[in-house]
């Protein structure tokens, strides 16, 4: 899928420490810290974290073909899937594409049927909640696992 001179695309393994250093790169912007043996630790298997669960995860490039952004669709269980490492670099932020990236995700884990669709976040990544509670999410602490977020989401699909 192409749009604006931007590529979406499945992520490989050959994508894993480009992810991981995209991630990395935001977190630190954010003051928030990187995980690459925890929390971030399923950037280093795609395979394993991600597809063969059944779940998926998309990577946005630019026209060199550089990792602009992240997002993984992982299958939690009882029809529900986390939405996880949704992340943009700065050069691409505000031209649409974590609306696009969202709208990928939303469609994506109806169509492995999931039904309901979680996520974490952290206070400081203000303009990320505004997209989600734009896109139906409401905050659900409960669901709350990871150390670095203060912040829980949710939606029906």
């Not at 977190?27 to 298997?45: K, V």
Request: glycine content about 10%; hydrophobic content about 40%.
């Amino acid at each position: 899928m192409k749009e604006s001179g931007y590529q979406l695309r499945r992520a490989t393994a050959a994508d894993s420490q480009a992810s991981l250093a995209l991630v990395t790169a935001v977190l630190l912007e954010f003051g928030l810290s990187p995980d690459a043996h925890g929390t971030d630790a399923d950037l280093a298997d795609f395979e394993a974290n991600y597809f063969a669960p059944g779940g998926d995860f998309a990577l946005l490039t630019d026209a060199t073909g550089a990792i602009v952004g992240t997002c993984g669709l992982a299958p939690t269980g009882n029809g529900a899937v986390e939405l996880r490492k949704m992340y943009l670099s700065p050069t691409v932020r505000g031209r649409g594409q974590g609306h696009r990236l969202l709208e990928w995700a939303l469609a994506r884990a109806r169509e492995l049927g999931f039904r309901r669709m979680t996520l974490e976040t952290a206070a400081v990544l203000k303009d990320a909640i505004a997209l989600y509670e734009r896109n139906g999410f409401v905050r659900d602490d409960a669901a709350r696992r990871s150390c670095r977020c203060d912040a829980a989401y949710t939606r029906d699909l």
